[in-house]
């Protein structure tokens, strides 16, 4: 599930190009010979508050991917945290290499590379990273969130992220259709893992027509089984005509090669990174006519869930609540997209950077 997208235009061969390309505050370069550890933590804007983003474990093939995932990956937590309202700022790890090389040790020494940083990264369960990784992490440090229920954590953010793309799309529904009831709409759900399975239980609710794929056939049966979705093959997901088109899967699904095949009239699903290029397929998708709903603002249930057990005020009513919040941020953007003539993903990052900008302000007052 790797996510690199040409989101940024990004000066190969200089570190030091890329960090202010992007604007980022701190790269830490993490190394441990007796573990194998090889990790970069990337800090991009920490004026709102700490940086809290998840670690992914991946094989890059090179150092210079995994610095451009890394530094990629904060700059888009800046972002969904601003707009999710949350004091937190932007950062992510990666850690380099296959998941098989995690123990005890790898992860404790990662875990104390996180505990330097005396809270100024803040770290959570991204891509190959699982619930017992994150136990060894939490013995050396507690800057992380994200564990489970037995362990005094909030446990799984996914039933909290698929609430808030819930919320996206009706949002989305709303400016497309002028009304935002999903009932008789068909809705193409990409992927039916944690985001996808709970999603579709909130469109089966209010009665919409679900399409479903995935590349396991055994989660399909399962819930076109229990939901009446009908199962459809992933290669043709992007030429079947339906209203909503909902990616739970993968990033950069919105490329070249689909983006002239879509026969919708939204996007807006869980999956990071859909736009292969932000700039380009953002701009694409608004001539088309298709409203999108930008991923990073529509997939925050998840990190305003690891925020507020991290804060230690956990109250499972308030982060559905603030989760619910989604709907009328959505709302405000694509109204916004329409006024400005830019991209919906452009006016959510106009959106974000603004609050940053004046809480900055605020923060030099005594
Ligand atoms: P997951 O791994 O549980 O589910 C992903 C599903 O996509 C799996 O069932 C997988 O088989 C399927 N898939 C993979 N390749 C596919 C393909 N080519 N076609 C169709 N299906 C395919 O992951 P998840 O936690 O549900 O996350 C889904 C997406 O949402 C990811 O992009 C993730 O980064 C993003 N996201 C998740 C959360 C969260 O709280 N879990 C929060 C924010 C963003």
């Given at each position: 599930?790797?996510?690199?997208?040409?989101?940024?235009t990004?000066?190969?061969?200089?570190?030091?190009?890329?960090?202010s390309?992007?604007?980022?505050?701190?790269?830490?370069?993490?190394?441990?010979?007796?573990?194998?550890?090889?990790?970069l933590?990337?800090?991009?804007?920490?004026?709102?508050g700490?940086?809290?983003?998840?670690?992914r474990?991946?094989?890059?093939?090179?150092d210079?991917?995994?610095?451009t995932?890394?530094?990629?990956?904060?700059?888009?937590?800046?972002?969904?945290?601003?707009?999710?309202?949350?004091?937190?700022?932007?950062?992510?790890?990666?850690?380099?290499?296959?998941?098989?090389?995690?123990?005890?040790?790898?992860?404790?020494?990662?875990?104390?590379?996180?505990?330097?940083?005396?809270?100024?990264?803040?770290?959570?369960?991204?891509?190959?990273?699982?619930?017992?990784?994150?136990?060894?992490?939490?013995?050396?440090?507690?800057?992380?969130?994200?564990?489970?229920?037995?362990?005094?954590?909030?446990?799984?953010?996914?039933?909290v992220?698929?609430?808030?793309v819930?919320?996206?799309?009706?949002?989305?529904?709303?400016?497309?259709?002028?009304?935002?009831?999903?009932?008789?709409?068909?809705?193409?759900?990409?992927?039916v893992?944690?985001?996808g399975k709970?999603?579709?239980?909130?469109?089966?609710?209010?009665?919409?027509e679900?399409?479903?794929t995935?590349?396991?056939?055994?989660?399909?049966?399962?819930?076109?089984?229990a939901?009446g979705?009908?199962?459809?093959?992933?290669?043709?997901?992007?030429?079947?005509p339906?209203?909503?088109y909902?990616?739970?899967?993968?990033?950069?699904?919105?490329?070249?090669?689909?983006?002239?095949?879509?026969?919708?009239?939204?996007?807006a699903?869980?999956?990071?990174?859909?736009?292969?290029?932000?700039?380009?397929?953002?701009?694409?998708?608004?001539?088309?006519?298709?409203?999108?709903?930008?991923?990073?603002?529509?997939?925050?249930?998840?990190?305003?869930?690891?925020?507020?057990?991290?804060?230690?005020?956990?109250?499972r009513?308030?982060?559905?609540?603030?989760?619910?919040?989604?709907?009328?941020?959505?709302?405000?953007?694509l109204?916004?997209?329409?006024?400005?003539?830019?991209?919906?993903?452009?006016?959510a990052?106009?959106?974000?950077?603004?609050?940053?900008?004046?809480?900055?302000?605020?923060?030099?007052s005594?």
């Amino acid at each position: 599930m790797l996510e690199i997208n040409a989101t940024e235009t990004v000066r190969e061969g200089s570190i030091f190009g890329q960090i202010s390309t992007m604007d980022h505050e701190q790269l830490v370069v993490c190394h441990d010979q007796a573990t194998g550890l090889k990790a970069l933590i990337g800090i991009h804007n920490t004026t709102l508050g700490p940086a809290l983003g998840g670690t992914r474990m991946w094989p890059y093939a090179s150092d210079a991917d995994a610095i451009t995932d890394v530094l990629r990956l904060s700059r888009g937590m800046t972002f969904k945290n601003s707009l999710a309202g949350l004091n937190l700022g932007g950062g992510k790890a990666v850690i380099i290499g296959d998941p098989k090389l995690k123990n005890e040790a790898f992860l404790r020494r990662f875990g104390r590379f996180v505990e330097s940083l005396g809270g100024r990264y803040v770290t959570a369960e991204d891509v190959n990273m699982k619930t017992s990784d994150m136990e060894y992490i939490a013995m050396e440090t507690r800057h992380v969130t994200g564990l489970p229920q037995l362990k005094g954590g909030a446990g799984d953010p996914s039933p909290v992220t698929a609430y808030g793309v819930y919320m996206g799309i009706k949002a989305a529904a709303k400016k497309a259709f002028g009304s935002d009831s999903l009932a008789g709409k068909k809705i193409g759900v990409q992927g039916v893992g944690q985001v996808g399975k709970y999603l579709i239980e909130y469109l089966v609710k209010e009665g919409a027509e679900i399409l479903i794929t995935d590349i396991f056939e055994d989660k399909l049966r399962e819930i076109s089984k229990a939901t009446g979705a009908t199962v459809v093959d992933p290669n043709v997901i992007y030429d079947l005509p339906m209203d909503i088109y909902a990616p739970c899967a993968l990033g950069a699904t919105i490329n070249d090669e689909t983006i002239d095949r879509l026969k919708c009239a939204v996007v807006a699903g869980g999956a990071n990174n859909q736009l292969k290029d932000e700039g380009k397929h953002g701009r694409i998708l608004m001539d088309k006519g298709i409203v999108y709903a930008p991923d990073f603002l529509i997939n925050a249930g998840g990190v305003i869930n690891v925020g507020a057990e991290y804060f230690g005020d956990y109250h499972r009513e308030t982060v559905f609540s603030q989760t619910e919040k989604i709907y009328d941020t959505c709302l405000t953007i694509l109204e916004k997209s329409e006024k400005e003539n830019i991209a919906a993903q452009q006016a959510a990052i106009d959106v974000a950077k603004a609050r940053i900008e004046a809480m900055g302000r605020v923060k030099l007052s005594f």
